[in-house]
């Protein structure tokens, strides 16, 4: 195949109208749902989605949620209020910040950020976890580390031991959990299906939470790549303020971007490689298309095939032992 | 006088005990850990936190590579390697 930076971009429009088509199949006759509810967050990917709801069934038969917590930004309430507005899909705000503290999301989480770091004061430190961005180390094995921000800005940042690790990722993912409850209320009280909003970078890579923002009854995007999302994105006419934005996590109180916390380079670069892997494409062939080292290439995809392998639990139904 | 520890024999015991419920017939000397998904990210960094804690010694970022701990041999010639670094330092 002739593989060039073009690629991986698809028919906005054909897309478009054939995922409006199966959505709607998918929910009336398999769900037998009557409506969408969509949680909203000002990122892309809710954005493209909620787009797409309001396009299929009509504004009037979507509900957008959106569900902040003290740690979120105020910037993505705001855009999520902008982008219901602008698709005329009614909203309704529910801050969880005392559902997830109710579970002990945030004591149990600076429990183990104080045992790396005993000066960590959550009032006035921030913390996120990073992946050690490493671009060029061949075959690096995905560790993750804890930074904190000082009151004066100093930064430190140390690799995470198991059991805190463990511990912050297991007292964070609270969050998302909450947050799919809350979808399933409104869901169950109006008799509309839950529609996921992960996509394929994040479903295939395993950057999700199970049977949080991975609960869903259907996950129209898991499929595109983010590249993919930000065509159809305009394409939909998404607001641009929300086009431009980073995506971050939005779980941690220091801000963090989805690409230091979990996939180490551009979306750009990183979905043009996998995608030409997945074509069978020759990595020497990528690296002169992208022009970039084809020891470069080689580790994002090693990079790749490691995520999917190692998150293959993530996107299993229960085994039954019958 | 060094003592000559089998580290690999020791890790060993750890992956069969730890990661496969007693299962022994998993796993041999070669067999590719991290490709067969016996280890995966969590795994390495029980793995680690097993070799610091008993063999007292520190894997570095640096250290944190595939080539380090694809196999039993692999962990055996990497804890070698940074046993006789420490000796002859």
Redesign the interface.
């Known amino acids: 195949m002739n593989f060039t930076m073009d690629s991986i971009y698809l028919d906005a429009f054909a897309e478009t109208a054939r995922l409006a088509a199966a959505l709607k199949d998918t929910v009336a006759f398999k769900l037998k749902k009557r409506g969408a509810v969509v949680g909203v967050s000002g990122g892309i990917d809710s954005s493209i989605v909620l787009a797409l709801c309001a396009k299929t069934f009509g504004p009037e038969k979507v509900l957008a949620i959106m569900m902040p917590e003290r740690d979120s930004s105020p910037e993505s309430k705001e855009l999520a209020t902008v982008l219901c507005e602008k698709f005329k899909v009614p909203y309704i705000l529910e801050d969880i910040t005392d559902a997830v503290n109710g579970f002990g999301c945030y004591a149990r989480r600076d429990e183990a950020v104080k045992r790396v770091f005993p000066e960590y004061d959550p009032k006035t430190y921030k913390m996120k976890i990073v992946l050690?961005d490493d671009k060029e180390?061949?075959?690096?094995?995905?560790?993750f580390y804890l930074t904190i921000i000082a009151p004066d800005g100093t930064v430190k940042s140390q690799?995470?031991?198991?059991a805190e690790?463990?511990q912050i990722v297991a007292a964070s993912n609270f969050k998302q959990r909450s947050r799919t409850n809350m979808l399933y209320y409104h869901a169950e009280a109006k008799n509309y299906a839950v529609i996921g909003t992960g996509n394929k970078n994040e479903h295939e890579q395993g950057f999700f939470v199970k049977y949080g923002d991975g609960g869903a009854d259907v996950k129209p995007i898991a499929h595109l790549f983010k590249t993919q999302v930000y065509q159809l994105a305009e394409f939909l006419g998404v607001p641009e303020d929300i086009r431009k934005r980073t995506p971050t996590t939005d779980t941690y109180s220091a801000e963090q971007t989805q690409e230091e916390f979990f996939y180490k380079m551009p979306f750009e670069v990183m979905d043009r490689i996998w995608d030409g892997w997945e074509k069978g494409v020759p990595s020497d062939v990528i690296a002169k298309v992208l022009n970039i080292p084809q020891a470069q290439v080689e580790v994002v995809i090693n990079d790749v095939r490691?995520k999917i392998?190692?998150t293959?639990y993530l996107r299993q139904e229960p085994f039954s032992l019958g | 006088m060094s003592v000559s520890i089998n580290y690999s024999e020791v890790v060993k015991e750890f992956i069969i005990d730890n990661f496969l419920f007693g299962d022994g017939a998993k796993i041999t000397n070669d067999t590719p850990l991290?490709e067969k998904?016996i280890i995966?990210?969590?795994g390495?960094?029980?793995l680690?936190?097993f070799i610091e804690d008993n063999f007292k010694v520190t894997v570095t970022?640096e250290e944190?590579?595939?080539?380090n701990?694809s196999s039993l041999i692999a962990i055996e010639k990497f804890l070698q390697s940074k046993n006789n670094k420490t000796a002859s330092n």
Not at chain 1, 137 to 143: D, R, S
């Open positions: 050690k180390a061949k075959g690096k094995l995905n560790l690799r995470l031991p198991l690790y463990l490691q392998q190692t293959e | 991290l998904g995966d990210s969590t390495v960094l029980e680690v936190a970022d944190l590579v595939q080539e701990f």
